[in-house]
Nanobody, 121 residues
Framework: QVQLVESGGGLVQAGGSLRLSCAAS????????LGWYRQAPGKQREWVAI???????NYADSVKGRFTISRDNAKNTMYLQMNSLKPEDTAVYYC???????????????WGQGTQVTVSS
């Protein structure tokens, strides 16, 4: 069993910062790409950022220059540092990962439960 758990969400004023974490646990062999998505109430899910196993990153235009994605392979943990937050960043943020489980040779995709980020004006 593999599980992703997000943490670090909360309420912050516009211009503030938050750091989200996504920890992978269970019987896994390796983690390939890791990404963050977000979904605001009544809106479709939006891709935010991705980081590959080699550390290459990419960001949605809406967060570029403000958010930084990173990973700690030794801890099987991914982070999203969010600076200069705006009210439009308010959403539930989800961790997504391509993970190779132990004793398998293929990568499966996993989602976390999500963590709420609320940015007030």
């Amino acid at each position: 069993q593999v599980q992703l758990v997000e943490s670090g969400g909360g309420l912050v004023q516009a211009g503030g910062s938050l750091r989200l974490s996504c920890a992978a646990s269970g019987s896994l062999f390796s983690i390939n790409a890791l990404g963050w998505y977000r979904q605001a109430p009544g809106k479709q899910r939006e891709w935010v950022a991705i980081i590959t196993s080699g550390g290459s990153t990419n960001y949605a235009d809406s967060v570029k220059g403000r958010f930084t994605i990173s990973r700690d392979n030794a801890k099987n943990t991914m982070y999203l540092q969010m600076n200069s937050l705006k009210p439009e960043d308010t959403a539930v943020y989800y961790c997504n990962a391509d993970i190779i489980r132990r004793y398998t040779s293929r990568a499966d995709n996993y989602w976390g439960q999500g963590t709420q980020v609320t940015v007030s004006s």
